[in-house]
């Protein structure tokens, strides 16, 4: 909508943000609770988190090192963004496919319907999301997703990301199969029945 998203992260859990309020509610499914707060608020938790996460992370890295530093480089050596020829339609709209690749470590496709505009608040809730990932490399890959959907014009229909870095790997992938214009439920702007609310 206009002023208000919501969005699945890798890790299963959803963020719904009002940019009227600049407030956000972050949902975890997993342990069928949720928070919710002004974003400045999510920020500060979401910067501790990652230094959490770092902390957890640094004796594995450190272990790693000489190894670590070697995919870093091949990594961001091998970071190329383009859109190609391709193009085939999804729910009615025409859409192109752009990939983003950075050697064996990602692959982004993504199949974008220019006609289709819809508000990217990707980098108003970039840190919030970002900390889901724990692993430093899959942040770094998140970030560029979310850069990726502020250059491109359009929406995208059908993304396939498939990673790896030194602590994960794995896939993920969806295809739109309608795409309704008209009123949105209230319903979608609440979290789930029965969860439980946390306060940080």
Not at 52 to 80: C, G, P, V, W
Not at 106 to 120: I, K, P
Not at 140 to 158: F, H, N, S, Y
Not at 159 to 169: D, E, G, R, Y
Request: glycine letters at 6%; charged letters at 20%.
């Amino acid at each position: 909508a206009r002023q208000r998203g919501r969005v699945t992260a890798p890790d299963g859990s959803e963020f719904i943000f009002d940019a009227k309020g600049k407030k956000v509610t972050i949902i975890n499914h997993k342990n069928k609770t949720y928070w919710n707060g002004p974003v400045t608020v999510a920020d500060s938790l979401a910067s501790a988190r990652m230094v959490k996460a770092n902390d957890e992370l640094r004796a594995k890295i450190e272990a790693h090192q000489d190894e670590y530093a070697a995919m870093m480089q091949t990594f961001n050596s091998s970071i190329q963004s383009q859109m190609s020829n391709d193009s085939k339609p999804i729910c009615g709209y025409p859409t192109d496919k752009w990939v983003l690749s950075a050697g064996d470590f990602l692959y982004n496709e993504r199949w974008v319907a220019r006609s289709l505009q819809v508000a990217n608040y990707g980098p108003e809730l970039e840190k919030v999301v970002m900390a889901s990932v724990l692993d430093p490399m899959g942040r770094v890959m998140m970030r560029m997703l979310i850069d990726q959907r502020g250059k491109q014009e359009g929406t995208p229909l059908a993304p396939t990301t498939i990673f790896k870095t030194l602590t994960q790997s794995g896939q993920f992938s969806w295809e739109a199969t309608q795409v309704l214009t008209g009123q949105i439920p209230s319903s979608v702007w609440k979290s789930p029945a029965g969860y439980t609310r946390i306060k940080q």
